[in-house]
């Protein structure tokens, strides 16, 4: 069974296509600690079977997934976006 981690920051680049802005999650563990991975380290996580994410979005839990663009580019997303990780993007920005 997966570990489950709630992302509740992005840090992001804004200059990037919406699929690519997302450059790191992060969230607090469960001993009160913040941590932050790098998309590569989320995706690799989730595609292994080893990690799950989630975001809370009017309370309910919407999980991410990894989408594939046209190029073959993989990204961030959940089932509640249509392509862009909207979802993701509209969440703050981790700190330092």
């Given at each position: ?18 699929q ?9 563990n ?9 998309r ?31 190029i ?25």
């Open positions: 069974m997966a570990n489950i981690f709630e992302i509740t920051c992005i840090t992001k680049n804004h200059q990037a296509h919406p690519d802005q997302v450059t790191h999650v992060g969230g607090i469960g001993r009160g600690r913040g941590w932050r991975l790098t590569a380290e989320v995706i690799d996580g989730i595609t292994s079977g080893r990690w799950s994410f989630y975001v809370t979005v009017n309370g309910e839990k919407a999980p991410i997934v990894v989408g594939v663009n046209q073959g580019s993989r990204y961030l997303t959940t089932p509640l976006d249509d392509g862009d990780p909207r979802t993701l993007l509209s969440l703050p920005e981790c700190g330092n």
